[in-house]
């Protein structure tokens, strides 16, 4: 199993493990548990069970691309897209635990998806068509990204 594909598949799922329902983020206003399904919509909306309209102009996702994809840059704490209201969305699971599971689930979803079709390319809303390697690399750094916002992970790290 290479690298990328076992911190999604596994490596994740073990930092998870630790969560807690009332853990409180050092950043942002997303619950434990808001913070699972965040993940879970974006694998959603790589494999295309969510088409949402980009929320970014075209030379706005290549700066975008630019700046997370290519040049490797991290996400920013308290990074919101221009427009996109600060409030949560409704939780759709009871409970953390199962919110994991669903997330694990979307995760094995995901890499079946471009098994299936390697040179798929599939719309992110604010980076534009992204093939299988760049979602993977967007998807451990979004992953990171929130695992340090809830103390899982340090901040910073690299892929």
């Keep these: 199993m290479a690298k990328k594909d076992s911190f999604l598949k596994e ?3 073990n930092l998870l ?3 807690e329902e009332d853990c409180s983020p050092k950043w942002g206003i997303m619950s ?3 913070m699972v399904e965040h993940l879970g919509l974006l694998l959603a909306i790589a494999i295309e069970k ?3 309209q980009p929320f970014a ?3 706005a996702m290549q ?3 630019q700046y997370l994809i290519v040049d490797d840059r991290p996400f920013t704490k308290n990074f919101s897209p221009k427009g996109m209201p600060e409030i949560t969305m409704p939780l759709r699971y009871e409970s953390l635990d199962l919110a994991i599971e669903k997330l694990q ?3 094995d979803s995901f890499y079946r998806f471009f098994e299936e079709d390697p040179d798929e390319e599939t719309l992110h809303p604010m980076l534009g068509e992204l093939s299988f390697v760049d979602w993977e690399k967007f998807h451990i750094k979004h992953f990171k990204h929130h695992f340090a916002q809830f103390d899982l992970m340090e901040t910073n790290v690299t892929i």
Excluded: D, G, N, W
Aim: hydrophobic share 40%; glycine share 0%.
């Design 63 to 65: 700066k975008f691309y």
């Design 50 to 52: 969510i088409r949402p």
């Design 105 to 107: 689930s979307m995760v």
């Design 11 to 13: 490596e994740a799922f």
């Design 57 to 59: 102009s075209e030379s």
């Design 17 to 19: 493990k630790t969560l």
């Design 32 to 34: 434990a548990q808001h």
